[in-house]
């Protein structure tokens, strides 16, 4: 039976409003915002006595504001991300989910360090020795000089010494990160597994299922510290790996206080904390050399050169009583106006005036179809003339003038054969004017045919002297959208982007087959390792495709099959043709198409 609500303003109906209001309206606040609080004054939510947020669950609170959802676990699609409040429910996926991202970070952290090892480890023995040298630091400069010093003293092959000792330091790197990574691949797997086993009781809210997911964490600790004992090389780094125990647990009791609640997510969480510091130190000692590590002869190189240039600079400056620089700065401020000018300004007027005026000049040509026609007119009535006067009747008025220059030329060869003679009172010299209009005529033709060709191609050759300028530009647009639109790895915009994207894919098949071989042949615990690096392939897959499937309109779908791949309890044959389908049918993940 439902009891009355009081009415409005009665003080029973503040005590209970106040608090819900005041934390709906906390959850709303920014995580930075909470971080900001939490520095200043840790106690902040004690002092305001909010019964639903604790000083552990403003630590929750935090990590869940500033985390960057991944894969989600295998649970209900509703159970994963949808919280209204901060509920024992919530606590419970928050430690499951905060062990999941912690797990896959330091997976993805000894994945970079064992590419880059591995790609050292396959190098010659100069590049090793290179490496050891001139690519670890000054400190590790010295030291090697020293040693190699040492050795040629010691009349031993130093050079053979330094490949020996990069060859010893690069294999127990590689022997530390690969059990490292098989640890935690098999830890990942377990989580997953434990968590689609007792989902239904996580899903619950109630008591029940955070205890449940206490137990199923400390339980996997004690896994992982079994696993870690085993490896006496990471031992010696960062000393044995001891996890706190929760005592004896029944998951069944009807009641437990918040007593016993938040003493038992303490000491989870302290473990977390631990695990993370301890896995920080070993990767310390065995992460790849940061890029000013490995560059640290060119920078120091270019310091050097710009130490050098800044004392040459301010002894030619006005701090020194010099204007050289006032003068250069002139000059070159002269220079580039000269430049600019002459090969940018004017250029551009030109192009710009050939273009404008092309049709203005349309009608102006060298040679105009009039004056051509009256030189065919003229040259017409020449021929018809001397071969009517010639023939001694008159021509048909459809003769061609081809016709009549046969005639002139018959004529013209029996008048050439005396030629002083006929020149003077024959027919000769008036052939060979009719030849000259010909001439002219075939000339002032051709001059014509020239002029139309070139006013139909005055625009392409504006054109043409346009594309340096064009080229310039297409170039300098291109750095500019390539600075602006960098491709940050799988998630940028670019084809290599959708390469990796696709590499990202092959991996989580390549090691989906891996998995069910080693199912195949009864190495479980290699197939949970297997399983653990499908997830992590799989999850830096779904932190990629998320922002462009979003765009395409294909998340939903997409995040589906995601999931599924994600499932233990999915049959590996349905997970191949999920995998199949994802990477036919979604923009996202399609080959980039070819360039003609």
């Known amino acids: 039976?439902?009891?009355?609500?009081?009415?409005a303003g009665a003080p029973d109906s503040d005590t209970d409003a106040h608090p819900k209001s005041l934390t709906l309206t906390i959850l709303s606040y920014p995580g930075r915002v909470w971080r900001a609080l939490a520095r200043s004054d840790p106690n902040l939510l004690s002092k305001l006595r909010i019964p639903s947020l604790s000083g552990l669950n403003l630590n929750f609170l935090l990590r869940s504001q500033r985390r960057r959802h991944g894969l989600p676990?295998?649970?209900?699609?509703?159970s994963a991300h949808s919280f209204s409040f901060l509920g024992d429910r919530s606590k419970s996926l928050l430690i499951l989910e905060e062990i999941v991202e912690m797990t896959l970070s330091h997976i993805h952290d000894v994945q970079k360090s064992l590419l880059f090892w591995q790609s050292r480890a396959e190098g010659t023995s100069s590049q090793k020795i290179y490496f050891m040298v001139l690519e670890r630091g000054p400190r590790a400069f010295a030291k090697e000089t020293c040693q190699f010093v040492a050795t040629l003293y010691c009349k031993r092959s130093s050079f053979q010494y330094l490949s020996d000792s990069a060859s010893d330091m690069i294999s127990t790197k590689l022997a530390i990160l690969a059990n490292l990574q098989h640890s935690l691949s098999t830890f990942l797997a377990e989580v997953y597994l434990e968590v689609n086993q007792h989902r239904e009781v996580l899903n619950e809210g109630s008591d029940k299922s955070l205890l449940t997911a206490l137990v199923i964490v400390d339980g996997l600790f004690s896994k992982l510290e079994a696993s870690f004992s085993h490896h006496s090389e990471i031992n010696k780094i960062s000393g044995k790996l001891k996890f706190e125990k929760l005592q004896e647990v029944d998951t069944d009791r009807a009641e437990w206080t918040e007593t016993d609640t938040n003493d038992a997510t303490n000491l989870i969480n302290q473990n977390i904390q631990r695990l993370n510091s301890h896995l920080t130190s070993i990767l310390l000692s065995c992460e790849k050399p940061k890029r000013v590590t490995q560059y640290w002869v060119r920078y120091t190189a270019g310091a050097v050169g710009l130490s050098v240039c800044s004392i040459w600079?301010?002894?030619?400056?006005?701090?020194?009583?010099?204007?050289?620089?006032?003068?250069?700065?002139?000059?070159?401020?002269?220079?580039?106006?000269?430049?600019?000018?002459?090969?940018?300004?004017?250029?551009?007027?030109?192009?710009r005036d050939e273009l404008f005026e092309t049709f203005k000049r349309r009608q102006k040509g060298v040679m105009e179809y009039e004056e051509v026609q009256l030189t065919a007119d003229s040259f017409h009535r020449m021929l018809l003339a001397f071969c009517e006067q010639t023939k001694g009747q008159n021509l048909p008025q459809n003769v061609s003038d081809q016709q009549m220059m046969e005639i002139v030329m018959s004529?013209?060869?029996k008048e050439v054969m005396h030629p002083l003679q006929n020149l003077l009172?024959?027919?000769?010299?008036?052939?060979?004017?009719?030849?000259?209009?010909?001439?002219?005529?075939?000339?002032?033709?051709?001059?014509?045919?020239?002029?139309?060709i070139l006013k139909a191609n005055e625009i392409n050759f504006a054109i043409l002297a346009a594309l340096p300028a064009f080229f310039i530009s297409v170039l300098l647009l291109g750095v500019v959208r390539a600075w602006i639109l960098q491709d940050k790895g799988a998630e940028g915009r670019g084809r290599i982007a959708r390469r990796q994207r696709r590499l990202l894919l092959v991996e989580v098949e390549k090691r989906l087959m891996q998995f069910k071989d080693c199912m195949d042949r009864g190495m479980d615990e290699e197939a949970r390792c297997r399983f653990g690096l499908m997830l992590y392939s799989l999850d830096r897959l779904y932190k990629s495709v998320e922002r462009h499937a979003t765009e395409t309109g294909e998340w939903l779908s997409l995040r589906h099959d995601l999931v599924e791949l994600a499932k233990p309890d999915v049959e590996i044959i349905h997970k191949l043709a999920i995998v199949s389908r994802v990477e036919r049918m979604y923009d996202c993940l399609l080959p980039s198409p070819r360039r003609l």
């Open 411 to 413: 004529r013209y060869e």
């Open 313 to 351: 600079l301010l002894k030619h400056s006005r701090l020194m009583g010099s204007s050289d620089i006032d003068n250069w700065i002139r000059d070159a401020k002269e220079s580039f106006t000269g430049f600019w000018k002459e090969h940018v300004e004017m250029p551009l007027i030109s192009i």
């Open 73 to 78: 676990l295998p649970l209900h699609a509703t």
């Open 425 to 452: 009172s024959g027919e000769l010299a008036r052939a060979m004017l009719i030849q000259i209009q010909k001439l002219k005529l075939d000339l002032e033709t051709a001059m014509l045919e020239l002029d139309q």
């Open 1 to 7: 039976m439902e009891t009355p609500s009081s009415p």
